[in-house]
């Protein structure tokens, strides 16, 4: 059940932009006293950005003016915040029971929600048009033509028509299923996720080792090609035991396929080429923050582009923090969204001294937090900044700007905000870049 108010906007005070403004067009915390925050965003065609999370507090009054004075209860956990990034503004806010676990947007602008209750398809303006009772929370869902959608729960893939009735669903015979998406064109689905396995490298004792896949899927449940996922002693015979974990998918406005995964170390599978384990893949290297050398086994990330069709990785490149002292630092992976020109943006969360870009909107703040990184088609590194302590649960980017949020506790730079400041506990934020970043 969803509630929403179209003349919010008046209820804001918006402050004006700060001296630490830098490119940002709107920074803001939202959320009250509860445990808040945003899992998703996406720019629509109009140029609107849509926000969705979990706000059991907020300070955006949700009251009917005639109803003020009317005590209620606590509102619904779910929110739903249509933006104006240009206005900083919005324009209007919708709730829904249970907290919201993904989002994904489709050509017509309609929103594809993971609930606590299932799946649900909105209008861009918060009506809802039908529920399936398909996944929860932590489902993950992606877009398909037409109307439909591919959601993932439990590590089983269910296709929905564009009426929400199931048309066919599978397991995915994997032990970690991450995340999924749709090619709209060539009707396949992707998942990906990692496996546990063991490996012997010479001399030694027999190790654990996660093991990254990426799978395709035709529509009728097919499993077309797959990349990564080769067995523990495959890896373990050429010294690449580090874990990797497949994190997140996208599929770019290019129609590229984009893939957002870790590694505990350097020595890792994501310097082969995709189906190719004895070829190696000519990783991107910009600076010490793009390569893998003196790291050791903490978590980094890696971003690769693939073609949709056969799997092959094209390109790709490793992202880490790097201490003052030269060692390679954490860096996790959360977010990830290409845009037509094949620029890649990934964000998540960082340990101290990740890149940060000269003159880049970012938190004065020593230690690690949020981050955002961006690059360019060949995977030279384009911008780079931390925006708060906290996490980038997702980005999106679209009609000339770049939609940025999360989860923090502290330090982000307010510009036009619209509330004061966090709220308390753990609050959601939004941050709206330009799509044009550079170094």
């Not at 929905?160 to 999924?180: N, Q, R, S, T």
């Not at 700007?401 to 905000?417: F, I, M």
Request: hydrophobic share 40%.
């Amino acid at each position: 059940m969803i509630r929403c108010t179209a003349a919010i906007a008046a209820l804001l005070a918006l402050a004006g932009p700060t001296a630490s403004a830098g490119q940002a067009l709107l920074s803001t915390w939202l959320g009250g006293r509860g445990e808040d925050r945003l899992v998703a965003a996406a720019v629509l065609t109009d140029g609107a950005i849509i926000l969705a999370g979990v706000m059991p507090g907020t300070h955006l009054d949700l009251r009917d003016p005639d109803k003020r004075r009317t005590p209620r209860a606590t509102p619904p956990d779910g929110i739903l915040v249509r933006l104006s990034p240009r206005a900083g503004r919005v324009m209007s806010v919708g709730r829904v029971q249970g907290p919201i676990g993904d989002m994904a947007v489709d050509d017509a602008d309609g929103l594809f929600l993971t609930l606590a209750y299932g799946t649900s398809h909105f209008s861009p303006f918060f009506r809802c048009q039908w529920t399936a009772r398909v996944g929860d929370e932590k489902a993950r869902i992606a877009t398909g033509p037409d109307g439909a959608s591919a959601v993932l729960s439990n590590g089983s893939v269910t296709l929905l028509d564009k009426f929400g009735h199931k048309a066919l669903a599978w397991k995915v015979p994997a032990h970690h299923v991450e995340d999924i998406a749709v090619d709209p064109v060539r009707k396949l689905i992707f998942v990906t996720g990692y496996n546990n396995r063991t490996g012997r490298v010479p001399g030694q004792r027999t190790n654990p080792v996660q093991v990254a896949f990426l799978y395709a899927y035709n529509a009728d449940g097919k499993r077309v090609w797959r990349a990564y996922d080769w067995r523990g002693q495959d890896l373990a015979s050429r010294r690449l035991m580090a874990d990797t974990r497949g994190y997140r998918l996208a599929m770019g406005a290019d129609g590229k396929l984009y893939l957002a995964g870790e590694s505990a170390g350097g020595n890792t599978l994501w310097a082969r080429q995709s189906q190719k384990l004895n070829a190696t893949l000519p990783l991107a290297r910009g600076d010490a923050f793009q390569s893998g050398h003196n790291t050791g086994a903490n978590p980094i990330t890696f971003v690769g582009r693939f073609d949709p069709e056969t799997g092959r990785c094209e390109a790709g490149t490793l992202l880490l923090a790097r201490l003052g002292n030269g060692k390679g630092n954490t860096i996790r992976p959360r977010a990830l969204a290409a845009d037509a020109q094949g620029v890649v943006y990934v964000g998540g969360l960082s340990a101290s001294h990740p890149p940060v870009s000269k003159r880049a909107f970012a938190g004065d703040f020593e230690g690690g937090g949020a981050f955002l990184s961006v690059f360019d088609h060949s995977f030279a590194r384009l911008y780079a900044t931390k925006l708060c302590a906290g996490t980038t649960l997702a980005v999106a980017a679209g009609q000339g700007a770049v939609a940025v949020v999360g989860e923090g506790t502290e330090d982000l730079p307010g510009v036009r905000g619209l509330q004061p400041g966090v709220g308390g506990g753990t609050d959601g934020w939004v941050v709206v870049l330009p799509s044009k970043l550079g170094k």
